[in-house]
Structure formats: C-alpha cells, structure tokens
C-alpha cells in the first residue's frame, strides 16, 4: 500500500498576513537561542548544570520548528520570510550542535561532515527548483529530523549508560536517513520540468 507524499510546504501560498506573526517570532527565537546555545556548549564551564541547560535550549529551540511550520499552515501565515527564515534557523541550530558536538570529540567529523553537507545542498537545491515544482518531502525526512533532534540531546545531557545507547543509535539511523532521504530528493528533483 502507497502512501501519498507530504506537500513540501516552501512551495504553499502566502497570504495577505504581517511577517511579525507568531511562527515567525518562533522562527527568530530559534534563531536567536543558536549563539546562546553555542556559547553553553562550547564556551561556559562545562559543569553538570551548564551541559544541562545546552541540552534544555537546544530541546526548547528544536521544539519551535515543530510548531512554527505547523502553527503557519493551520492558521493561514505562511510568509516568504518564514519560508526562507525557517530552514536557516533550522540547519543553524542542527549545525552549531554537531559542530560543538565533533568540537568535543563526542561525534566523529567525518559523520558532521555528511550531515551538513547534506543538510545544506538539498535546502539550496529545494530553493533553486521551487519555481519549476515542489519537491514532495517524505516521511524519512520527518523521522531523519527526530533522530537527529534525539541523538543531540542524547549526547548533551550530562547522563551515561542508556543515554549512550540511546544517543549512538539515534545518530546511526540519522546519518542513514540523511543519505537515503538525500538521495531521494535529488531523483524526485529529476522529474520536476526543465529548469534551465
């Protein structure tokens, strides 16, 4: 049985709303708490109770991607802004904590590496074939976020034994979902119309 796909949301209507709107004060509260995060996770003292608030900032800030985008479509405020502002909020956040992560030796660069160059190309790609069609996203792109939400703040927070468990086999099935959802993105971009 085949799923239909999910709408790749750069590609929905604007409306007649003002871009200070409640998603995109969530967008710039995103990110504004990149820096203050950065600065936990690399800069302050790294006492229990610091690592332990990098981990709560990071979680808080990840949790308004999950609510702007939605919070947008529901109520009709979606903006050109909040279309550009939203996935640079988001691959900002995801990749001060991976950098800061490989910083701290507790992620392998090489696996940095993948992910923001994957990261960074299909968001460029996505915006570049957006007046030709909509690249649909997929679910695996969904679980690939999660996963890679989980095994960040698995790694943050100032815990051992499961903890560990946990964060490794999140940031495995990440690094496969970036690849396989990467991948992806670029065969669906093939059947958009010519884009030259």
């Known amino acids: 049985m085949t799923h239909a796909p999910i709408p790749d949301h750069l590609g929905d209507p604007n409306n007649d709303v003002p871009i200070l709107n409640i998603p995109n004060i969530l967008t710039l509260a995103r990110l504004a708490l990149v820096p203050v995060f950065g600065y936990?996770?690399?800069f302050a003292e790294q006492t229990t109770?610091?690592?332990?608030?990098?981990?709560?900032?990071?979680?808080?800030?990840?949790?308004?991607?999950?609510v702007d985008g939605v919070w947008a479509r529901r109520y009709g405020l979606v903006t050109n802004f909040g279309k550009i502002a939203d996935p640079i909020a988001d691959k900002a956040l995801i990749g001060t904590a991976l950098v800061a992560l490989s910083i701290r030796e507790e992620i392998s660069w090489w696996v940095t590496g993948i992910i923001l160059f994957r990261e960074v190309a299909i968001t460029v790609m996505r915006f570049w074939v957006i007046k030709h069609g909509v690249i649909p996203a997929s679910r695996g792109g969904k679980l690939k976020t999660v996963s890679q939400i989980v095994a960040i703040v698995a790694f943050l927070i100032p815990m051992s034994g499961w903890v560990d468990m946990?964060?490794?086999?999140?940031?495995?099935?990440?690094?496969?979902?970036?690849?396989?959802?990467?991948?992806?993105y670029i065969l669906k971009a093939r059947f958009l119309p010519d884009k030259t």
């Open 40 to 42: 936990l996770a690399l």
């Open 49 to 66: 109770a610091a690592q332990w608030t990098a981990a709560i900032v990071f979680l808080v800030a990840a949790i308004t991607d999950l």
């Open 166 to 184: 946990v964060a490794q086999v999140s940031l495995g099935i990440a690094l496969a979902l970036t690849i396989t959802t990467g991948i992806d």
